[in-house]
């Protein structure tokens, strides 16, 4: 598909409305009261870096951007399980 | 068609912000799960479907299909498990939560290891 003025600046909009998300979802990670809202506070940062990156390969037409996407997603879930059973184990609290 | 990708591009990013809002504004650990887990995971799945539509390339598709089912999958077992150990640490509830139905079943002394080891 072409890349119509139409679709680059409902990308732009689209990024500017998840960085909106991002700075909320980062808000809670600094004052989150539990290390496991920290945690899912990271988790929902690299689901919306993913998005961030898939608008990024929107815009410049690189495909190659959606490899780290998938990278990205891929990491993180691993970090995740990783501190919920830190957290279970009540090494960290 | 165009602007079909581009209302999955505004929606998919606007359901990345709400995401965003309800971590900040929920009350406690477990409803800000509720709001994170689903929201990000339909968010992700739109923009990368609006990509997929965007290059049409079998490469990009392939990789774009295979990043939302990993997505899927993974992101209520992550959740699941996260959510699992923050009550088993006894995270405290929102005050005005009206049912607790796992504080009898589900303890922080309830992990394999820890069981198996006083079992002996």
């Known amino acids: ?93 | 068609m165009t602007l079909l990708v581009a209302a999955f591009l505004l929606v998919g990013a606007f359901l990345m912000f709400l995401t965003g809002l309800g971590l900040y504004r929920m009350p406690d650990i477990f409803t800000r799960m509720h709001a994170a887990t689903k929201g990000a995971s339909l968010g992700v799945a739109l923009l990368l479907l609006a990509a997929a539509f965007v290059f049409r390339d079998p490469m990009v598709v392939t990789k774009a299909l295979v990043t939302i089912a990993f997505v899927f999958l993974t992101a209520p077992v992550a959740a699941h498990l996260l959510a699992r150990a923050a009550y088993a640490r006894r995270t405290p509830l929102w005050e005005h939560s009206v049912i607790d139905e796992g504080r009898d079943h589900i303890a922080a002394d309830d992990q394999p290891d820890q069981r198996s080891s006083q079992n002996k």
């Open chain 1, 1 to 93: 598909m072409e890349m119509t003025p139409l679709l680059i600046n409902a990308a732009w909009i689209a990024g500017a409305v998840l960085a909106a998300g991002m700075l909320l979802s980062f808000i809670r990670l600094v004052q989150g009261p539990t290390l496991a809202d920290r945690v899912v506070a990271v988790d929902a940062l690299a689901t919306m870096a993913v998005g961030a990156l898939v608008l990024i390969a929107v815009i410049t037409g690189q495909g190659l951007l959606l490899d780290i996407a998938l990278a990205i997603a891929l990491v993180v879930f691993l970090g995740t399980i990783a501190m919920a059973m830190t957290i279970a184990r009540g090494i960290l609290k």
